[in-house]
């Protein structure tokens, strides 16, 4: 672990899924990526933007103290032998197939994901799990210095609401749950409630009453943002004094 603030923080993934996908009757292997928003900052892990992780399996890796905008998630039921892009993966595929592309690289929908800007304002760490763009895995965000956890332990697949299930495995196990937004639900995401867009593009105008099944992600996973401006719920974005130095942990399926 790192000793003092210098350059670097300590990220650790840990993959513990064994009982999760014996519930889910698929292979227990995930494939993590992480990607940069390098229109908000250019400090990038110096890590692989993807790989493959079997159950109980861990790895740990540093983060530049200012990391902005980062985002570790993971994908499901992936083949990249075929067609290495953002299909490649039944949930959260991303270009450029195994390792996500650092320019273009962002996971398609629906994905459970983890979030960090470091040394933000205030000198705080800004961390959070989204269901933002849907659920496809718990996970659980936590620290070494006693900060808040951020998480979504539950299963949100099995009785994901039948509008927003999906997509399926072979089996016809529900792999994700989309968020409203996704689903298109009022026929027009550029202008919807649900996706927090056009007129709907302020928290005034957008509040979580509007936002379908809003109260089943929120209320199945309250530590996590559960949609645009959940913040105003005061447990969606969680903050560290970045003095302390904290190293965090990213657990799927905790």
């Known amino acids: 672990m790192v000793g003092s603030r210098r350059a670097i923080s300590r990220m ?12 889910a009757a698929v292979p227990s292997k995930i494939t ?7 229109n908000v900052g250019s400090a990038v892990p110096n890590f692989a933007t993807g790989w493959e992780a079997q159950a109980f399996t861990a790895v740990s890796f540093t983060v530049p103290n200012n990391w902005k905008a980062g985002r570790i998630w993971g994908r499901r039921n992936c083949d990249f032998s075929v067609n290495p892009g953002p299909n ?4 959260g595929g991303c270009n450029g197939g195994l390792l996500c592309d650092p320019h273009t690289g962002t996971g398609v929908p629906p994905a459970t994901v983890a979030e960090w800007t470091l040394e933000g304002d205030g000198n705080r760490d800004f961390y959070d799990v989204s269901l933002v763009d849907g659920y496809d895995l718990p996970m659980r965000i936590t620290n070494n210095v006693g900060c808040p956890v951020a998480d979504c332990p539950v299963d949100l697949g099995p009785n994901c609401p039948d509008v927003l299930k999906g997509p399926f495995d072979s089996t016809g196990f529900p792999l994700g749950c989309k968020s409203a937004c996704e689903a298109n639900l009022d026929g027009n995401q550029a202008d919807s409630a649900n996706c ?13 009453s509007g936002v379908a099944f809003y109260s089943y992600f929120k209320g199945n996973c309250p530590n996590s943002y559960a949609y645009a401006f959940d913040e105003s719920s005061g447990t969606a974005l969680w903050t560290c004094d970045s003095g302390l130095n904290a190293d965090y942990t990213l657990t799927f399926c905790p």
Do not use: E, K
């Open 196 to 208: 927090c867009s056009g007129s709907h593009n302020t928290p005034a105008t957008c509040p979580a």
């Open 88 to 91: 490649s993966c039944a949930t």
């Open 32 to 38: 993590p990526a992480m990607f940069t928003d390098l």
């Open 12 to 23: 650790s993934v840990d993959i513990s899924l064994s009982g999760f996908f014996q519930r």
